[in-house]
């Protein structure tokens, strides 16, 4: 496994991570024994990052992340800033920002976050920039390492940026939504922060396994959020209705280089970036995450490919993403 510094936080992470959020249930059941496999496997493919967040599973993620416990070496990075307690707030506030904090210690079953990260709060209170201050207080207490922000749009992204003690960015970032490469990158790479990609597989799409007729468990965001009735359209398919999804992905295999799986492919192009730091795709099942690290291994995608799989994002994907860019 290759490795890669995750911007000033000075960590050295690899640069396949593994997205947790699917611990939690919201990817279909997964059950304690699944999730310890895939929580084994990671440490055995020293897949060394690993994101969660306290909402996922209504804290279920994070907890059997904490019951596991061989974790030396291993970075986890939570979020805080959706949970109920923020839920129609238009100012956060400090104790509750501690609050959250504190429970996904104790969840977690740490002394100290190595990163927390802002969990796609509202633009207004990014706007604010208060909330940073109370970030940068908890980490003179010694609750975190370090903090940073995830975020759904590249506006939100540069509103991030301007503070300084923001050491990563988490970004939704991949063969069909591709923006991030003029313009969010280059300005993470700028403030040494850290860039963290989530979605490299818009959902699954880019496995390239699903189809116009595949379904999706009724507790599953691919089933419920299709369309952003419950959360951002953005954070299920990248945005795109599901069926141009399916099509986009089809489109795509048919130019996979030999020996290349679409999966390969698509998170090879995003390690091609050099301002990505780690790649947190999620898996369901302990496979998934063998075959996502060997991308770690592959030579860079010829240039040619590349500049094709940009036109075919400017002129057919781009127009049918959802939600904002
Ligand atoms: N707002 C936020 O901050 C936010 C939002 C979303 C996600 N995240 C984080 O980012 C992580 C990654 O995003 P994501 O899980 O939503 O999207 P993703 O990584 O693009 O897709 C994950 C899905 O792709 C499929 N998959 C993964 N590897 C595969 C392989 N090798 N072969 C075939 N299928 C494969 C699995 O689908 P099946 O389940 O169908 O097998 C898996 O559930 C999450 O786990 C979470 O930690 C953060």
Same mark, same amino acid.
């Given at each position: ?7 000033? @936080?000075?960590? +050295?992470? *690899? ?7 699917? %611990?939690? /249930? ?5 059950? $304690? ?7 084994? @496997?990671?440490?055995?493919? $020293?897949?060394?990052?690993?994101? @969660? ?21 291993v970075?986890?990075?939570t ?24 429970? *996904?210690?104790?969840?977690l ?8 990260q802002?969990?796609?709060? =509202?633009?207004?209170v ?27 749009t590249?506006?939100?992204?540069m ?12 970004? +939704? ?12 990158? =280059? ?15 818009? *959902? ?10 595949? +379904? ?14 419950? &959360?951002?359209?953005?954070?299920? &398919? ?16 048919? !130019?996979? =280089?030999?020996?290349?799986?679409? =999966?390969?492919?698509?998170?090879? !192009?995003? %390690? ?5 730091? @780690? ?6 099942? #302990? ?12 030579? #860079?995608?010829? #240039?040619a ?17 959802? /939600?904002?860019?």
């Open positions: 496994m290759n490795t890669r510094r995750l911007g000033k @936080t000075g960590y +050295i992470v *690899s640069e396949i991570g593994l997205g947790c959020w699917q %611990l939690g /249930g919201d990817f279909g059941p997964v059950s $304690d024994q699944a999730a310890a496999d895939i929580l084994k @496997t990671a440490r055995s493919l $020293d897949v060394n990052f690993w994101d @969660t967040a306290d909402v996922y599973g209504g804290g279920q993620s994070e907890e059997r992340i904490g019951a596991f416990k061989d974790k030396k070496s970075l986890v990075a979020k805080l800033g959706r949970g109920p307690q923020f839920e129609g707030m238009a100012r956060y506030t400090k104790e509750r920002v501690k609050d959250s904090i504190t429970g *996904s210690i104790k969840r079953d740490v002394e100290q976050l190595d990163l927390a802002l969990h796609c709060i =509202p633009i207004d990014l706007r604010d920039g208060e909330i940073f201050t109370f970030l940068d207080d908890m980490q003179t207490a010694g609750l975190i390492r370090h903090w940073g922000a995830s975020v759904q590249v506006e939100e992204g509103l991030a940026l301007r503070a300084a003690s923001c050491t990563t960015l988490q970004t +939704i970032f991949n063969l069909f939504r591709q923006d991030a490469v003029e313009t969010l990158l =280059p300005a993470a790479q700028k403030h040494d922060v850290g860039i963290i990609v989530r979605l490299p597989l818009a *959902s699954g799409l880019l496995s390239g396994k699903m189809t116009k007729t595949t +379904i999706f468990t009724a507790g599953d965001h691919r089933n419920y959020n299709r369309d952003g009735d419950a &959360f951002f359209v953005g954070e299920t &398919f990248s945005g795109l209705p599901f069926d141009k999804g399916v099509a986009f992905a089809d489109e795509i295999k048919h !130019w996979l =280089p030999a020996g290349m799986s679409l =999966p390969h492919l698509a998170l090879r !192009w995003i %390690l091609d970036q050099p301002a990505v730091s @780690t790649i947190i795709a999620g898996v369901t099942r #302990p496979d998934q995450l063998r075959a996502n690290t060997e991308a770690s291994r592959m030579d #860079p995608l010829e #240039p490919l590349v500049a094709k799989l940009h036109d075919f994002y400017i002129e057919k994907v781009r127009p049918e993403v959802r /939600g904002g860019i």
